[in-house]
T-cell receptor, first 112, second 114 residues
Framework: AQSVTQLGSHVSVSEGALVLLRCNYS??????LFWYVQYPNQGLQLLLK??????LVKGINGFEAEFKKSETSFHLTKPSAHMSDAAEYFC??????????FGTGTRLTIIP | DTGVSQDPRHKITKRGQNVTFRCDPI?????LYWYRQTLGQGPEFLTY????????KSRLLSDRFSAERPKGSFSTLEIQRTEQGDSAMYLC????????????FGEGSRLTVL
């Protein structure tokens, strides 16, 4: 079955430290991959996406993600965390013509 | 382009009452989606429309739920005889017919059933 898994429901990093949020998918066909961010009581905002082409994708707010087909992963990174990065992050995948399927989310906390 | 708008943003109701949420998608988007999000979970697909046609419904959408998109513009999601388990954030999203699958989300409508 096709699925998406986010490892770690909560991640805490110090301000200025590296942010790494993990996402793995299970699929027999290459999916489209997305990372969304959600601030409290708000909708979801697209951070970045991978469809085709370059496997390292840059998004808004200094985030980037790398599609690794051999590892079926699409981990989200940011070199230096900022207090404003505290939010819930969702990995999402689209398999073929199927609907967008979301992971369970990772809550990112930034320690001053 | 004003983005996807949802109304109301918050709704508190008593168990057994009916509620209706409205979603206005981005005007040129043919596809409209409803998702439900409970605390600590990712959004779960409920249903989607392409223009006015409802093309897919999730098993999560019990017979108390109904969604419409008359004339292929705005959409409504109605929940009849609400239950406490219906308490959640209801998210609407839209997308163009041809695209990479990216969804554009509204701010959501939070339902609390007492």
């Amino acid at each position: 079955a096709q699925s998406v898994t986010q490892l770690g429901s909560h991640v805490s990093v110090s301000e200025g430290a590296l942010v790494l949020l993990r996402c793995n998918y299970s699929s027999s066909v290459p999916p489209y991959l997305f990372w969304y961010v959600q601030y409290p009581n708000q909708g979801l905002q697209l951070l970045l996406k991978y469809t085709t082409g370059a496997t390292l994708v840059k998004g808004i707010n200094g985030f980037e993600a790398e599609f690794k087909k051999s590892e079926t992963s699409f981990h989200l990174t940011k070199p230096s965390a900022h207090m404003s990065d505290a939010a819930e992050y969702f990995c999402a995948v689209k398999f073929g013509n199927e609907k967008l399927t979301f992971g369970t989310g990772t809550r990112l906390t930034i320690i001053p | 382009d004003t983005g996807v708008s949802q109304d109301p943003r918050h709704k508190i109701t008593k168990r057994g009452q009916n509620v209706t949420f409205r979603c206005d998608p981005i005007s040129e988007h043919n596809r409209l989606y409803w998702y439900r999000q409970t605390l600590g979970q990712g959004p779960e697909f409920l249903t989607y429309f392409q223009n006015e046609a409802q093309l897919e419904k999730s098993r999560l959408l019990s017979d108390r739920f109904s969604a419409e998109r008359p004339k292929g513009s705005f959409s409504t999601l109605e929940i009849q005889r609400t239950e406490q388990g219906d308490s959640a954030m209801y998210l609407c999203a839209s997308s163009p017919l041809m695209g990479t699958g990216e969804l554009f989300f509204g701010e959501g409508s939070r339902l609390t059933v007492l």
